[in-house]
Each structure stands twice: as structure tokens, then as C-alpha cells.
């Protein structure tokens, strides 16, 4: 299939790079050239692409406000498959099916990422096991659907979770707004420049995603506000009942409040 | 040296194995005889204590409250250095400091863990590179402490720390119990059995903490209580602070918010 990648950070490049090694045709669109030399230079694309024309699909791997614009002004080919990477699905959704359009939109969300962006984080290995998000609405195309679903395959994902837009939002409010989210609000505190010698594993990895660019989870955080608002409240409140038995060394009390994330926590490794 | 370690849960038996491997004479004190023969067979150590007669070093390695309640009653011999290990430090030095002793008390915390606990997740290299928390107070005998600095770099930490009780339990607060607390908290809701396939590299990080022992986390919570309340209530409150900006969708806020987490961060890896 030929394959347009527009934006070669590290989750486009690694898309890029993924499909090509599986042996699609693949050009990169990118603002700077550098990363358009980097890519033909570390064969993550065969050539840089001048337009969509002949496209059989386009990746947009763009932050989440120029990828609504990009799908708003809709000028991609007839008939080609336009799918975004971006981590919110609400909202690129409803640009995309907003009004009738010849190209046809697929939402996905590949999970997997660094603490460090860019191509020179780029693999064609990142996705490997990894577990991708489709969406689907009515407005979707069987068709593109299951191209995509291929593609997923090509690029490595372990597993593949379809659901709607609005799910996902309300999933992923959980299982990453939220602990970009937490992991920022934990380490602020003066007490972090102090703490060197006094961190096991568990400091490190409840902080792993703290620095993370500001301005693109800023833009995530407010396309999903309401659902990630509700789980920010709920875990502010839920530390809050912690407190409260804690400041009253009610151990009887901690082991309840404990046991029940653990069965939550259990729940959870059942299914997954 | 000829040292008993009493009680071979994953920390004892780890401590008993490493010392053991760096050529001390290693006795284990336990209530089960099933550990002893595991530690036997296993070369953890050399026999099984039947009392604490001719050591050197007596290592506490055991629940909190138990620990305390030993060092209270002090029946350990003249001239011998009793550490615990516990990962609390003023309850345990008060009770040994309370009242004059003829055996000399360092309290130390080995920053080193599994989320898997008792001897068969046990390791003479649990404890490589990792930090290695000892207090000292102005009763401490200075020769104990030394002989501790020798038996830490014998376990193969990589740092030691050294400081007061209250100093170490305020910087543990939010280095440790606070993950425990924030893990627990963050899993518990009922979304978390339906989010399989949602999840990347960040959930997991952030819950990995999530079911440790409850009653033994309990224990170290009430005995930290004021230190470990702040900690919760400063990141509840911060949590707020981001619910409300996201709420308001104000990106200005949220990157304020989110770079004020960053340089504490960065601070904190600066100096660690």
C-alpha cells in the first residue's frame, strides 16, 4: 500500500518505520527536512511526500488541535483512509464526520510512547505487543476499518480494542490523562530537591511521566476535560478518605480503603 | 562477623544471603521452620539461630510493630549492634533510645523492594546499587555506625544516606508511603475492570505499588501518620488545583501547573 505519513515525531516515525519495514511504500510529510533526511537516512520512508496524491492511506501523527484543523479542512484524496494517532477520539471524530466527505476517517490510538519525543526515539520495534485503540461510528467504513486493522498488525500492536470514541475518552481519562495528570502534581513539592538517596523503584516510576511537554498533554487534557475532570476528583477524594484514617491511625480503617483498591487493582490483571 | 538476622521475609533473607556471600557468619532467627531449611538449602545462611549469644550484629527484619515492641523490651547481648530495618525510623529509635541499653541501636532502611514478599523472592543482589538509609541521634555509639557503613557496602548498596530519624520519615513520606497510597487510590474505581487493552507503559508504572500487604503498610502509615497526611493532602489539593484549570479548559494554567511540576523534577534528577 502506498502510505503518507504527515509528522515524523516519535510515534509518527515509528508508524513509519513500522509499515515500511513490513513492506508497504512509504513517504514522510514534515515541516522540518531534517527529520525527512533523518527518516530516508535510517530507512524509516522511501521518499519524502510532495502531496497525498495516490494515497491509499494518511497517517496524521500531529499534535491534537493541528489534527482537528487538518480533518476540519478536509483535503485529502477520494476514497484514501485518513487516520489520526491522536490521544483524545472525541474530537477528531466529530471534525472528520461533521460533514460528508470522500475520504474516509478511521480513529486510532497506538499505546505505547516515551518519556523522550522526537524521531531520534523512533523504532520500528515501539510498537511491538503493544496494544492499539480503533474507533468506529456509524459514519465509518467497514472497509477502512478493516485495512487499519491490518496495518496494526503490520506495525507489531500485540492486541486490538475497538470501541467507540466516546468510550476510549472515558477510558483513557484513566489509564493516561490521569497519570500524566498525577505524576506531575506528585513530584511538586519542595521536598523533591531533598530527596535524592531516600527513592526505591516506586518514586521513579510514580514520577516517570512527569516532565512530559506541557503544551500537547495541555491540549489532550482540555479536548477530554469532562471525563478526565471526574477521575482527577474521584482520586483527589479518594486520597482525602486516606488522610482522614491515617491522621486517625485507624489501621482497621487504612486495610479496608487498602483492600479495595487491591480487589480493583486484581479485577483489573483478571481481564487484561 | 558473626550476625543473626531475625525474620526471613524478602528484606531479612536478602540481608542474611548478601552478607552471607561477602564472607560473614550468618545465622537466621524465624518463627517458621519452613524459612530456616529454605535458607539452609538455599545457602541464605549458615544455621539457625537459637539465640542471640556471641553476636556481633542482631538485624531486625521484621513488621514494624514487632520491631518496636523488641527493641522496647531489649533483650539483646551487652556490646552487641542491633539494626532494624524497619521503614519507619523515629518509633523504632525511641524505643530503643528510651531508656539506657548495654547494646548499641542504628536504624537503617535498605530503599529496596519487590512487589513479591517472603523468601522465595529473596536475593543476595536485591540490594545492588541501590540507597541505603541509616539515622544516627546523639545517643548512637559511633563505632556501630561505622560497622554498619562496612556491612551496607557489604550488601552492595550503592549510597549511603545519613540523617536523623524525623528527617528520614519526613522525606519517606512522600518517597514511599505516599506511592503506596496515590497506587491504591488510583486503581480504585470501577473502570479499572473494563480498561484492558487501554493501557500503555504510564498505568502500569503508576499501579505497580497498588497491592502490596495492607496491614504492614497500615502499621508504617500510623506510625508516620502527621508526615505521611501532609504528603497526601499537599498532592489532594495540587490534584484540585489541575481539575479545576482542566475544568475551566485554561491551557495557560495547565502549562503553569505542568512546568512547575517539570523543574521540581528536574531538581530532584539534578541532585540524585
Known sequence: MKIVVYGLGLIGASVAASLKKAGHYVLGKNRSRESISYAIEHDMID??????????????????????????????????????????????????????????????????????????????????????????????DPAALETVRFLARDM???????????????????????????????????????????????????TRVAPVDERMWAELFCMNSEALCEEIVRLSRRLDEFAAAIGDRDEARICTLMREGKACYEEFFRRN
Chains 1, 2 share one sequence.
Open 47 to 140: 521518499e519524502e511526500a510532495l502531496s497525498y496524491e495516490g494515497a491509499d492511506v494518511v497517517v496524521l501523527a500531529l499534535p491534537p488541535r493541528v489534527t482537528v484543523r487538518l480533518l476540519e479542512e478536509g483535503a485529502f484524496p477520494d476514497g484514501c483512509i485518513v487516520m489520526d494517532i491522536c490521544g483524545v477520539k472525541s474530537a477528531p471524530e466529530k471534525a472528520a464526520f461533521s460533514v460528508p466527505r470522500r475520504w474516509r476517517y478511521v480513529g486510532t490510538h497506538p499505546m505505547a510512547g516515551k518519556e523522550t519525543s522526537g524521531i531520534r526515539s523512533a523504532s520500528d520495534a515501539l510498537f511491538a505487543g503493544a496494544n492499539f485503540v480503533m474507533t468506529h461510528a456509524s459514519q465509518s
Open 156 to 206: 507489531g500492536f500485540g492486541r486490538i480494542v475497538e470501541c467507540s470514541a466516546t468510550e476510549h475518552d472515558r477510558m483513557i481519562a484513566l489509564t493516561s490523562q490521569l497519570c500524566h495528570v498525577a505524576a506531575n502534581a506528585y513530584v511538586t513539592t519542595p521536598l523533591s530537591a531533598g530527596c535524592a538517596g531516600f527513592t526505591g523503584g516506586s518514586f521513579q516510576d510514580m
